[in-house]
């Protein structure tokens, strides 16, 4: 597969009250055509920011891009001029967020707003616009899409307006869609329904996809390759086969313990992981993960691991072998 | 439903709430009513939890909120302990907060945000007399953030200094302050961390275990509601739709619904994941103003046939393990 995309050594600093803190600390991955890499971990762990500086779409102040290269079509893209990045905004690389309910601007209808990547990028015309837009929310399974182009987003419910997100997103044929927990904020039935749609629409257009969650089930289901994320960095990085039944990281082993399965014997009890996750402006020395980690030793608590590679695409951040 | 056993702490029998819905500027016409309960019955035995999943808006905290007395019921009889409670006057309803308390979601609201630790925790002990004296009642305090897993030197800290995890301790400390029967833990894990969730499951069960604790656990995530629930009941807009054992429902799930909700949800684990049979729900839940004629569930349904148009079916007995499943094709 072509490599589509590389990420070297990003670093993403806000300043903040209480001092500098490190939402995104050195992270390197790869992303190949028509793949989908899953980026997961819990909240604060940096994955919003991480997809976020993708598109350069860190608010500055109080965050800012310290250091690395965004590599993508031969460019990086943090050297690129805000023309050339408005440019892939949207059009080679577009974004779902999280909330349908808040990422939609009220005052615009979803005709509008679907259409208006196409009228940017594209240079279409209105009509011609509006007619493609009709297409796109067809796709994303919106019934009567010529008539729902003229209603704004609050005659949508939370389903249909991520519906919408996902066909604004596609208007384009980007070549990479980047979903921010983009279902977090529905219902399970309708979760199953988009993720599905989204996985599909990705197969068909031959882009790339990057979901970002922090449900271990969804990276399951539709994720080719896996980056577990913990306090700004990538503890562990493989395939999305390797990784559920090879987990190697303390971390990542401590997390499957810790979730109820639908298939697993019920009567045992949770494994959870002790402790509370760490606050980024006052990170424990050495590695992050150490004061919760059961196999941590000496070094755990000096040196921050590298990440090392253990086999053949699967690669952690421990200097212990568990 | 006839077990006539009194082992049953709580019954809910036919209870609806149904709230009024008004319109016009001026003059308010009443429009209709939302039934956000309609006619909902089930029991749960001491020691029990029993699960209440269902997506939002299916009325499984408005049920919740019914037994606690929140909200009055529009039709229906609750019983605790075989005593009815529906309408209880003030007294009884005092005692009642003794006897059954409430674990909410939001770990960030359920706090008042000006009052410490010890304050939180202690209130309930202070408006029903039960500790007598300053030294008992810093005790007790201590004692319940112990069991909570809460340093007790952190008592006079305010809700802001501590974590979801840690502020759902202590919402769990004030619950457990006056020693109640039965509790309703109303999403108490959906807004933590993954890696906090199992924690404060694992606090749950243990506390059930201790202090022989009946749970009513209301949650969207049937991983969770299986793991700790005996017997679990689905809810679709406002009706109970299959009530079972928890193996019966997840092994053997009758009704739609409940098929295409346990379908919905991925397993961590990419091979069986591979192999389960995928069964998506088309559609979305429609409007509680104006659901759909007979079965509530027919527009979504796979399986429909013309009777589900018409007429809505009833919480029928399956089997003797006592699985009930409202659906006309079963």
Not at chain 1, 163 to 185: F, N, V, W
Not at chain 1, 306 to 320: G, K, M
Not at chain 2, 100 to 122: A, W
Not at chain 2, 248 to 272: I, Q
Request: charged share 25%; hydrophobic share 40%; proline share 6%.
């Amino acid at each position: 597969m072509a490599k589509l995309l590389s990420v070297n050594n990003l670093s993403v600093h806000f300043s903040t009250g209480n001092g500098i803190v490190k939402a995104v600390d050195r992270i390197s991955y790869d992303l190949n055509t028509g793949e989908t890499l899953g980026i997961v971990g819990e909240s604060g762990c940096g994955k919003s920011v991480s997809a976020l500086s993708l598109l350069r779409l860190i608010p500055n102040p109080p965050g800012k891009i310290v250091g690395g290269e965004i590599l993508f079509e031969g460019r990086d893209l943090l050297k690129a001029s805000k023309e050339e990045i408005c440019d892939i905004r949207g059009n080679k690389i577009a974004m779902i967020f999280q909330e349908p309910m808040t990422s939609l601007n009220p005052v615009l209808t979803i005709g509008q707003q679907v259409a208006e990547p196409l009228m940017v990028h594209q240079q279409m015309k209105k009509k011609q616009a509006a007619a493609k837009a009709v297409k796109a929310l067809k796709k994303v399974h919106i019934p009567d899409s010529g008539m729902r182009l003229a209603d704004y987003p609050h005659q949508f419910s939370g389903g249909m307006r991520q519906r919408a997100m996902i066909a604004m997103g596609l208007t384009c044929a980007p070549k990479i869609i980047i979903a921010d927990e983009p279902t977090t904020a529905l219902d399970v039935t309708i979760q199953a329904q988009l993720l599905t749609l989204m996985k599909q629409l990705t197969v068909e257009t031959g882009a790339a996809l990057i979901i970002i969650t922090h449900n271990l089930g969804i990276i399951a289901r539709y994720a080719d390759r896996v980056n577990v994320m913990y306090a700004g960095r990538i503890v562990e990085k493989a395939s999305a086969a390797d990784l559920y039944k090879y987990p190697k990281h303390p971390y990542t082993i401590g997390l499957m313990a810790s979730v109820p399965k639908l298939d697993q014997d019920v009567k045992a009890r949770l494994q959870p992981i002790e402790g509370q996750p760490p606050d980024l402006a006052d990170l424990p020395e050495g590695c992050a993960f150490h004061p919760r980690c059961r196999h941590s030793i000496e070094q755990c608590r000096v040196n921050a691991p590298p990440l090392r590679t253990i086999s053949d695409d699967h690669e952690i951040a421990c200097w212990v072998d568990v | 439903m006839s077990e006539k056993e009194n082992n049953n702490l709580l019954e809910v029998k036919a209870v609806s709430k149904f709230f009024p819905v008004h319109g016009g500027f001026i003059f308010k016409r009443k429009l209709g009513d939302i039934k956000a309960v309609d006619r909902v019955s089930f029991q749960i035995k001491k020691g029990e939890t029993l699960g209440l999943v269902g997506e939002s808006g299916c009325g499984k905290t408005t049920t919740g909120r019914l037994i606690l007395n929140l909200e009055k019921a529009t039709h229906g009889t609750i019983r605790f302990d075989g005593k009815d409670i529906t309408r209880p006057g003030k007294k009884e309803n005092r005692v009642l907060k003794k006897e059954m308390q409430v674990i909410f979601q939001d770990p960030f609201g359920s706090l008042n945000p000006r009052m410490t630790v010890r304050e939180i925790v202690g209130q309930p002990l202070i408006i029903h007399r039960v500790t007598t004296g300053r030294a008992e009642y810093m005790q007790k305090v201590d004692y319940l953030l112990e069991i909570v897993g809460l340093n007790p030197a952190m008592a006079d800290r305010y809700p802001h200094e501590f974590s979801g995890g840690q502020r759902q301790r202590i919402g769990i400390a004030r619950a457990i302050s006056l020693n109640p029967r039965f509790i309703v833990c109303d999403e108490p894990v959906s807004a933590l961390d993954v890696s906090i969730q199992a924690q404060i499951i694992n606090l749950l069960e243990k506390l059930q275990e201790e202090f022989g604790l009946t749970y009513l656990f209301i949650a969207h995530d049937l991983a969770v509601v299986r793991h700790i629930s005996d017997r679990i009941a689905v809810m679709y807009l406002g009706n109970i739709v299959e009530v079972a054992s928890r193996a019966d429902l997840y092994n053997n799930p009758h009704h739609p619904y409940t098929r295409g909700l346990l379908s919905a949800v991925p397993v961590p684990d990419p091979e069986v994941e591979a192999k389960r049979e995928q069964f998506v729900i088309k559609g979305e839940v429609p409007s509680l103003m104006n659901p759909p004629k007979g079965c509530k569930f027919h527009p979504r349904c796979p399986r429909a046939l013309p009777i589900c148009h018409e007429k809505s079916p009833l919480l029928l007995q399956q089997t003797d393990a006592g699985h009930w499943v409202a659906c006309h094709n079963i």
